[in-house]
């Protein structure tokens, strides 16, 4: 390779800086490894901040019911079933260890007037069981994962630097190379092993709570390098995102707001998800409450600018809810100039999470390719076809660690580091600076240009309402946009050059958009967020199977995967939740739970 590059070398690579990152991070430290952090932006500011609610866990502070078998059971069911079992038997029993490893270093929480831990109530949760920091919960997390990071040994972070490429030895990864965002220097980083921690995607929608960080760029690579991508049709709508001003829409409305008392109103001042569904309401899961909003919009009974009213106002004090959605209080007021104390707050669903992600082993984080493991919102299997809200923050801490911690096993077993053949690093290095090529003049083709058409085709025919016509026309816009990107070509040098950014940006958006429609079409049915028109109801087939994207000659393909039956014991569980229905079992457990009785619920 002509061009110079910066070397770094560590035994764990861990690709971001989020709440999973820096878990990984401090256990595979602890584990005795030198851990390097690459984060894509500052650290600091990783999306997990996002995450305003709470920390979703059993500890009955509140409920006393409440235990981590009904948090298992309210997160399958949540998932429509066709979550990785074991992932959440693992998350509610651990996360409670969890959130006070978090308090003992030096997290806060919101206290019961007896100092236990607060809990919240959250959509489709059966008891109080988010733990909070007022609205600002991720803020909080990341802030006290950060200064453990920081001060455990063998932790080191280079901020600032866009990966492009997994590296590889034979079938085992084996680092990564990319470059620095404000100088454009190329740089290649030798692994024993990879934790990608890099969050999820939403910046190829149109209207999303995603920071411009969010385009997909970990499960990208891990596709490229071998690794399967399991569940991608289902994208979460979050169902209450700002929608006015223009310039703040898609920012997130906290479900707090809701857990708080919060409730939907149309045009009409109804409180519509009385109809819809009237045991949860609100507090309904997400992909409920997103489609009822967007039917509400259909039918003619929308707020000004196509969504909804969420009033909080009448439900709450003044003095309250300043105190409880201190947040919340200062954005509307900033951005919207609404006093949410007096008046309500126009809201409507925005591209909020992704379900799907890099396929993993429940108990190592372990990705399909040799030395890859993978947590947080770039793995999945926990969530199935739709997450709970306050179950993100405990995913990253729960799996963060179990990544982290099986990353430096296999570092430390390794021996000497794998070496990384001249022709890879050439051609990384090649496809990094060909979009400086000044080469095809006219016929040049505008990075921001085909990121506009991108959102523009999965917003409208790839969003919260799908079907064959629309998802293949998604498709197909999906294909001539990826011939054209070949043609992206940006002026001026490597030295903050935001056009340069924004091309390695749309190439891997492309590859994780068609790997979500691909999935949808495949999935001929409405399960979760995936809502098809063509196929209102759900699958007896398609509910016993997931679906993965992997690299097959050079194309995209999408195979079925039989998920794990649960065994009888924990099939039991399922009827520990207040919101169990036996007629939504899948054929193959018929008979195996008995009715729940109401005592208790």
């Not at 878990?23 to 600091?44: H, N």
């Not at 372990?366 to 923050?393: D, I, M, Q, W």
Request: proline share 3%.
């Amino acid at each position: 390779m002509s061009e110079s590059y910066q070397t770094r070398e560590c035994d764990v690579l861990v690709v971001g800086a989020g709440g999973a990152g820096l878990r990984a991070a401090i256990a595979a430290a602890e584990a005795g490894c030198s851990t390097l952090v690459v984060s894509k932006s500052l650290l600091g500011k990783a999306h997990t901040v996002m995450a305003e609610g709470g920390i979703a866990a059993g500890l009955a502070n509140l409920d006393t019911p409440d235990s981590w078998e009904v948090h298992f059971a309210d997160t399958m069911l949540g998932g429509q079933l066709i979550n990785n079992w074991r992932m959440v038997d693992l998350y509610s029993r651990e996360v409670i260890d969890r959130v006070y490893e978090l308090e003992r270093w030096g997290g806060l929480f919101d206290r019961t007037d007896d100092g236990l831990i607060m809990q919240r109530a959250f959509g489709a949760h059966s008891w109080k069981r988010l733990c909070h920091v007022g609205d600002r919960t991720g803020l909080e997390l990341i802030r006290t994962l950060q200064d453990k990071m920081v001060h455990t040994a063998g932790t080191d972070v280079l901020m600032e630097c866009t990966l492009t490429r997994l590296l590889t030895h034979g079938d085992r990864v084996c680092g990564a190379f990319g470059y620095l965002r404000n100088t454009g220097e190329l740089i290649v980083i030798r692994a024993g092993a990879v934790v990608m921690a890099s969050g999820g995607w939403g910046r190829m929608f149109r209207y999303t709570s995603n920071s411009w960080e969010g385009t997909g760029d970990g499960a990208a690579m891990a596709f490229e390098a071998g690794a399967e991508l399991q569940d991608m049709e289902f994208v979460q709508f979050h169902p209450t995102g700002m929608i006015w001003p223009p310039g703040a829409r898609g920012i997130l409305v906290t479900e707090a707001v809701r857990g708080e008392g919060g409730i939907l109103r149309n045009s009409e001042g109804e409180r519509f998800m009385e109809r819809y569904d009237p045991v949860k309401k609100d507090l309904s899961s997400r992909d409920v409450v997103a489609r009822s909003i967007y039917k509400e919009v259909v039918a003619g009974r929308g707020s000004p600018h196509g969504g909804a009213f969420l009033d909080i106002a009448s439900r709450r004090s003044a003095a309250d809810i300043r105190k409880r959605l201190p947040s919340m209080c200062d954005q509307f007021e900033a951005l919207a100039g609404v006093d949410i104390s007096k008046e309500p707050m126009e809201i409507g669903p925005t591209i909020h999470y992704t379900m799907g992600g890099i396929r993993v082993d429940a108990e190592t984080a372990a990705s399909t390719v040799p030395g890859l493991y993978a947590a947080g919102e770039a793995a999945a299997g926990l969530h199935g076809a739709n997450r709970l809200g306050g179950n993100s923050l405990g995913d990253i801490l729960v799996f963060g660690r179990r990544a982290g911690e099986a990353a430096a096993s296999s570092a430390k077993g390794l021996g000497a580091r794998p070496a990384v053949s001249k022709k890879q690093l050439a051609d990384a290095g090649a496809a990094v600076l060909l979009p400086l090529a000044h080469d095809l003049g006219e016929k040049a083709e505008n990075s921001y240009v085909i990121h506009r058409a991108l959102q523009e085709a999965m917003q409208d025919d790839a969003g919260i309402g799908r079907s064959e016509e629309s998802l293949n026309r998604a498709l197909t816009a999906i294909g001539e946009l990826t011939e054209r990107s070949k043609r992206m070509r940006v002026g001026g040098g490597r030295v903050l050059n935001p056009g340069w950014h924004t091309c390695r940006d749309v190439l891997s958006m492309l590859t994780v958009s068609e790997a979500i429609v691909r999935c949808a079409i495949a999935r001929r049915e409405s399960r979760g967020s995936q809502w098809r028109f063509d196929f209102p109801d759900k699958d007896a087939h398609l509910g016993q199977i997931n679906l993965v994207a992997r690299k097959r000659g050079g194309a995209m393909k999408v195979e079925e995967r039989a998920n794990e039956p649960m065994p009888d014991d924990v099939v039991t569980r399922l009827a520990r939740s207040r919101f169990f229905d036996p007629a939504t079992l899948p054929l193959r457990y018929a008979g195996k739970v008995p009715a729940p009785s109401p005592e208790g619920h």
